[in-house]
């Protein structure tokens, strides 16, 4: 059995953008726990949907799936404003958010063989996303079966769908699809301090 960690983020990274960067990871024994899931999020016609382009109905519709499935959520949320001025540094910020996210996603998992798939990001390279897992793996005692950047996975999208709903809480002050997922959520950094 493999296990599955999918990671997307919402917000931006830029100083003048968003005041908050979250990244989120959904942690599966299996991948299937998560096809209702899936199949909730919306059909597009070329790019997919994300939860900012979907309905106030979409988004429930996916969220309540989530809230069923057998999976838990993990997330980071920074707070730009309370980083000092040479931590501002995007690539930075989302390394160092992403690598918490992956080791709270790794100590949550209770298998030992993983697949993590992150959203395609500028921000890193893919060997420097793969080092992460090999790093993490090791201290962990994990086996990390893949590491990879994904331009569309299933699993992805479906993380798209939560970062929303928790970039909405923090930025928009908007907690209802925040209520829908909250029991899912097996970890929260909301302050992660340049180290």
Known sequence: ??????????GDL???????????AIVSKR??????????TPAGYGP?????????????????????????????????TKWDEPYRNGNELYRQALKEAIKCAMETIQIRDIDVVVDESGFIKSDELKEIGRSLSESLGKNVKRCDKVSSHKCVRIADFIAGSLW????????????????????????????
Do not use: W
Request: proline share 1%; with cysteine.
């Open 1 to 10: 059995m493999t296990g599955l960690i999918a990671i997307d983020e919402s």
């Open 14 to 24: 830029g100083e003048k953008g968003s005041r908050f960067f979250i990244i989120v």
């Open 31 to 40: 991948s299937r726990h998560l096809s209702k899931a899936y199949k909730a």
């Open 48 to 80: 997919e949907i994300k939860f900012y382009e979907s309905t106030h109905r979409e988004r429930l519709n996916v969220l309540t799936e989530i809230a069923a499935a057998d999976a838990q959520i993990v997330y980071v949320c920074i707070d730009k």
């Open 168 to 195: 909405a809480k923090y930025e928009r002050e908007n907690g209802e699809y925040f209520e829908i997922i909250k029991e899912k959520i097996s970890f929260a950094r909301e302050s992660l301090r340049p180290r």
